[in-house]
């Protein structure tokens, strides 16, 4: 049994399977879920992408960051998050247990 057990949410909804149930996710994606989740209810992604001003932006970046490193399922100093698009970033990490995750942040 895995470590780490969550109900899968896709579009804000609980996804459910041909009989009507809750599907689950365990280990790694529930990990990369919650800290998706996390980053959006705290509200530093929509302001990272609303606000021209480039040191404002490098802030909120930290602030996700330092929040990400302080989840007790990653390895702190490993959290990673690139802009490859305007607009568009990417969050890498290393969990303690299950290897690296990777999530394109969505606002």
Known sequence: MADYIDL???DDDLTLDAGGNPTMLDGRASIAQDI???IR???LL???IANRDAR???TNIVKITI???DDERIVPGTTRVEESSPGEYWLTAQTVK???IGL???A
Do not use: F
């Open 8 to 10: 899968r949410i896709t």
């Open 36 to 38: 998706s989740h996390m």
């Open 41 to 43: 209810e705290s509200g």
């Open 46 to 48: 929509v302001e990272i």
């Open 56 to 58: 404002k932006r490098a």
């Open 67 to 69: 929040a990400v490193d």
């Open 98 to 100: 299950y290897g690296s």
């Open 104 to 106: 394109q942040l969505e």
